[in-house]
């Protein structure tokens, strides 16, 4: 059974740091392309931040040169470094695991983790 774990969320000043981390049991977490993604209230959930199996990563553009992903393959985590936090980065934060297999796609997703930016 797939398990993707969220922590590290939580409450914080504009201008601060969090960061998250997913663990992932289950599944070998090298060879998915792991993925982190946010929904605020009201809106669409939006990719953030994804790393490939070869650790090619993207990001979006509202928080590039903010955000880091980065994986851990010996401890099967995912890690998102979020610094120079906005009150616009509040929302929920979930972990995504994907692999595509012939005509299957794989596609596991966590719990999520609050995120609150706010004075």
């Known amino acids: 059974q797939v398990q993707l774990v969220e922590s590290g969320g939580g409450l914080v000043q504009p201008g601060g740091s969090l960061r998250l981390s997913c663990a992932a049991s289950?599944?070998?977490?090298?060879?998915?392309?792991m993925g982190w993604y946010r929904q605020a209230p009201g809106k669409q959930r939006e990719l953030v931040a994804v790393?490939?199996?070869?650790?090619?990563?993207n990001y979006a553009d509202s928080v590039k040169g903010r955000f880091t992903i980065s994986r851990d393959n010996d401890n099967n985590t995912v890690y998102l470094q979020m610094n120079s936090l906005k009150p616009e980065d509040t929302a929920v934060y979930y972990c995504?695991?994907?692999?595509?297999?012939?005509?299957?796609?794989?596609?596991?997703w966590g719990q999520g983790t609050q995120v609150t930016v706010s004075s």
């Open positions: 790393i490939t199996s070869e650790d090619t990563v």
């Open positions: 995504n695991a994907r692999r595509v297999v012939g005509t299957y796609e794989l596609d596991y």
């Open positions: 289950g599944l070998i977490l090298r060879i998915y392309t």
